[in-house]
Nanobody, 127 residues
Framework: EVQLVESGGGLVQAGGSLRLSCAYS????????IGWFRQAPGKEREGISA????????WFADSVKGRFTVSNDIAKNTVYLQMHSLKPEDTAVYYCAGRGAYAPGWRPLNQREYANWGQGTQVTVSS
């Protein structure tokens, strides 16, 4: 059974940094991908980043490109989302999601690509 648990959310001032963690289990030795999504009050869930376990390839939404990075510590079964230059509009509940092997042409920032989800962690950026 695949499980994902986010941590690291909190309150930070605009311009600050925060690192979120996604501890995962249950994928086995095959390829998998971890995505990061966020949902602000009254808004749709937005895909912001993803990383492939085998290639290490990463994807980012334009809204976070250049400010956020994502990495996978395979030894610790943990994916990190490092967020810099945070803005009040980054305030949201952040979720990590996982899926198994994917085919060419998949959409890494589309929530429909992911079958397994964490419970979310709140990030609040004050102005």
């Amino acid at each position: 059974e695949v499980q994902l648990v986010e941590s690291g959310g909190g309150l930070v001032q605009a311009g600050g940094s925060l690192r979120l963690s996604c501890a995962y289990s249950g994928f086995g030795p095959s390829d998998y991908a971890i995505g990061w999504f966020r949902q602000a009050p009254g808004k749709e869930r937005e895909g912001i980043s993803a990383i492939s376990s085998s290639s290490g390839r990463t994807w980012f939404a334009d809204s976070v490109k250049g400010r956020f990075t994502v990495s996978n510590d395979i030894a610790k079964n943990t994916v990190y989302l490092q967020m810099h230059s945070l803005k009040p509009e980054d305030t949201a509940v952040y979720y990590c999601a996982g899926r198994g092997a994917y085919a060419p042409g998949w959409r890494p920032l589309n929530q429909r690509e992911y079958a397994n989800w964490g419970q979310g962690t709140q990030v609040t950026v004050s102005s």
